[in-house]
Every structure is written in structure tokens, then in C-alpha cells.
């Protein structure tokens, strides 16, 4: 099966039931059993529920896994595949990760002594000087957020099979449409379902998919003894989401690539950032490893002014001005003040994010809606 035929079919049968082509919302947390341990394979819906089978068979399949797991939200899904590991060890991820996963990895997993190295993985070198034998797991993100860097998953998976160490990557900027992880080599892929899988900024869910049956089992052993599970009711929503994902990715591309354009020949803009562009750094990789270059995209007005910046944010009539991406809706935001403002500026400039940076989440509206509105903010 090719890869538009999966997010629909992919994992998926007729309900046994009564034939329904959508899995029913079995909105239960415990089952029926005929006698004691007699039942359909269903006791308890934090262990198993059969709407969040089809949609962990459909996690499983977009990604090119065998397995699938569902949780209550991304963070959640970072959080077991963290609990894989023991006091001691030592993790090495990218220095421009989402934030909620900076917070998670700093402030929650080092008090249990689990040590944390963040550098920037540009370059393999950066991240081969961080390993030593208690390294157990290489978290990557690409691309990264807000600055659109791309990191080379298959030239990392090869260093971390040279060190036997796992490599987990954060997908929920690409997507499974753009890229795949697993079959670039990486051992885990993790997504934000919250993002492009689900699509319509209505569920909070996280993801994992893997190969390999004994890390899938300790995956499971987790996720059902911590519990971190997700709904019916929402993995239906994500489900119903999946079924469009290449449709909307397509168009989320086609209008960024537009807005890129549009960007760069614009007077009052200094950087646009976009990995489609040639004149970003990462251009190559990215041409390499995914299919198209997705919906995000960030840019700097002239002059680096930090009011004006806000004044075209509040400016834009189509593009809200909101947390979160992945959306059928465009959205604006301002990282200096709002996703990356408990960063140090000092700090947080070096990465690039500087007062005039704004981050597009481009969505699947009419393009020449999109352009206008960017031009009424920029030019009032
Ligand atoms: C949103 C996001 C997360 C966290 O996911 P939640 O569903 O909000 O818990 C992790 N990584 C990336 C790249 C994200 O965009």
C-alpha cells in the first residue's frame, strides 16, 4: 500500500459489529467477561480500548512501524519513552527543541538523575563529542522550531548503531507525508497527534510508533502502568483527521512555498526561514530527506524592532494570533514573548529567535487570502 492509500485504509477493517467502515467510539472502560478472564480480549480501557487500537494500527502504518501507541498528549509520549531509562543515564538532544520537551527532560527527569546534554546537530561531530558509555538515547527533532533547521536522521541513526544507543525522533513538524524516520533508521518516531495528524486544532494526543517487538512491549508495559492514555472520543477525532493528512499536507506545502515567495520579495522583510527555500542552510538535507518542505515557516521584519513585530501581529485578520500549529487554520505567533519567552535573550538570540522573528503556521485557505492579509499587516 502507497502512502496516501495508508492514512485511510492503513491498520483499518470494517467494525466486526455491524460493518461500520468508521471504528465505533467505544466510549467504555471495562469490558464483560463470561467467567473469570473469559473475554474478547478487552478488560480495562487504560490497557486496551478498541477505538484506540485503530488508530495505534494507524499510527503503526503511516510511519512504516509495526507498532502503534496512542497517549493523552505528546509530552505524555515523550514522557515513556523517557521512563525507558534509569537514573544514570544520559541523553543527548538538539539545543532548539520544543520547549514543553525542554521543560519535561530539565525540570522533571534530571531530579532523577537522568543527565541531559543539549547541543546543536548540524554537524555529527557536535553530537559524537556528547556520547559516552551512559548515553542510552539521541532525542532529535527536525525540523526544529522556530528556526526551521534540519538535522540529517539517517547520518545520526548511523552514529547511534556505531554506539548502540537509541535514537528517537520528534516527527510532528514533518509528518509521516514529508518524512520517515524509521525508515531512515531511527528506533522510535514521536509525534504531537495534537498538531497535522489530528489537524483541526480540536484534541490534545500524542504518539509512538516503532519495529522492534521488545522495545514495543516496554512501551506497552508503560503506557498501561503509567496510564497516560488517550480517550475513545478523541482517538476517533485523530483517526477522522489521519484519513486527510496527505490532502492537507499537500496544500499546507503549496501555500507555504507561495508565502516563502511572497516573503522574500517583500521590502519591509529581512530572513525568511523555510526549508524549500535555496538559501537556507539545510536546504540540501531537507531536499534529501523529505518529500516536500512543510507548513512552517518563520520570518524577521527590517530593522529587528520588537513593536513592530507586534504591530504586524496584530494587524493580520486571517492568521490568528495563537499558540500551537498543524491546523487547517494559518496562525501567527511570537516566539521571543510567547513560546520562547522563558528562554534567556542572550540565549535565546544566538538560535536565532530575536524580537522581530515571527513563526506562520500556514494553513489550507486560499492562497491569494493568505498574501493579502501578510501584506495589509506588513504595509499598514
Ligand atoms: C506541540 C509539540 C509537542 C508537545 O505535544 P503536546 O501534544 O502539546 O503535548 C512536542 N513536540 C513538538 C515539536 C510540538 O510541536
Redesign the pocket.
Given at each position: 500500500m502507497k502512502f496516501n492509500t495508508k492514512t485511510i485504509h492503513g491498520g483499518q477493517s470494517p467494525d466486526k459489529a455491524y460493518g461500520s467502515v468508521m471504528p465505533p467510539i467505544y466510549q467504555t472502560s471495562t469490558y464483560a467477561q463470561t467467567t473469570p478472564g473469559g473475554h474478547k480480549g478487552y478488560e480495562y480501557s487504560r490497557t486496551h480500548n478498541p477505538t484506540r487500537g485503530a488508530l495505534e494500527k494507524s499510527f503503526a502504518s503511516i510511519e512504516n512501524g509495526h507498532y502503534g501507541l496512542a497517549f493523552g498528549?505528546?509530552?505524555?509520549a515523550?514522557d515513556a519513552v523517557i521512563k525507558l531509562l534509569e537514573p544514570g543515564d544520559e541523553v543527548i538532544s538538539t539545543n532548539d527543541l520544543?520547549g514543553?520537551?525542554y521543560r519535561l527532560f530539565t525540570k522533571i527527569y534530571e531530579k532523577f538523575q537522568i543527565k541531559f546534554h543539549f547541543t546543536g546537530m548540524q554537524e555529527i561531530q557536535q553530537i559524537e563529542h556528547c556520547i559516552s558509555p551512559k548515553t542510552k538515547l539521541i532525542w532529535v527533532?527536525t525540523p526544529t522550531?522556530p528556526m526551521l533547521n534540519i538535522i540529517d536522521i539517517k547520518a545520526v541513526s548511523a552514529l547511534a548503531k556505531k554506539h548502540s544507543v537509541l535514537l528517537a525522533v520528534?516527527n510532528?513538524?514533518a509528518t509521516p507525508y514529508l518524512q520517515r524516520p524509521l525508515d531512515l533508521g531511527a528506533d522510535i518516531v514521536m509525534h504531537?497527534?495534537?498538531?497535522y495528524l489530528g489537524g483541526h486544532s480540536d484534541v490534545?494526543?500524542?504518539a509512538l510508533a516503532v519495529n522492534d517487538k521488545t522495545l514495543a512491549d516496554r512501551l506497552y508495559f508503560i503506557q498501561n502502568a503509567s496510564g497516560a492514555v488517550c480517550g475513545p472520543q478523541d482517538s476517533f477525532l485523530v483517526l477522522r483527521g489521519i484519513k486527510t493528512l496527505h490532502v492537507r499536507m499537500q496544500r499546507h506545502c503549496e501555500n507555504s512555498r507561495a508565502v516563502a515567495n511572497f516573503l522574500m520579495m517583500h521590502p519591509m522583510v529581512e530572513n525568511v526561514y523555510w526549508p524549500g527555500l535555496p538559501s537556507h542552510p539545510n536546504h540540501q538535507i531537507a531536499s534529501e530527506q523529505m518529500e516536500d518542505f512543510g507548513g512552517m515557516l518563520s520570518f524577521t521584519t527590517k530593522g529587528n524592532n520588537y513593536h513592530k513585530a507586534l504591530k504586524v501581529l496584530e494587524r493580520l485578520k486571517i492568521f490568528t494570533l495563537a499558540e500551537?500549529?498543524g491546523g487547517v487554520e494559518s496562525l501567527a505567533g511570537h516566539p521571543a514573548s510567547m513560546t520562547h519567552a522563558s528562554i534567556p535573550r542572550a540565549e535565546r538570540e544566538k538560535t536565532g529567535v530575536v524580537d522581530s522573528l515571527i513563526r506562520l503556521s500556514i494553513g489550507i485557505e486560499d492562497i491569494e487570502d493568505l498574501k493579502a492579509d501578510l501584506k495589509q499587516a506588513l504595509e499598514a
Open positions: 498528549s505528546g509530552l505524555a515523550i520544543y514543553g520537551t527533532e522550531n520528534d510532528t513538524f504531537s497527534a495534537t498538531k490534545v494526543m500524542g500551537s500549529l
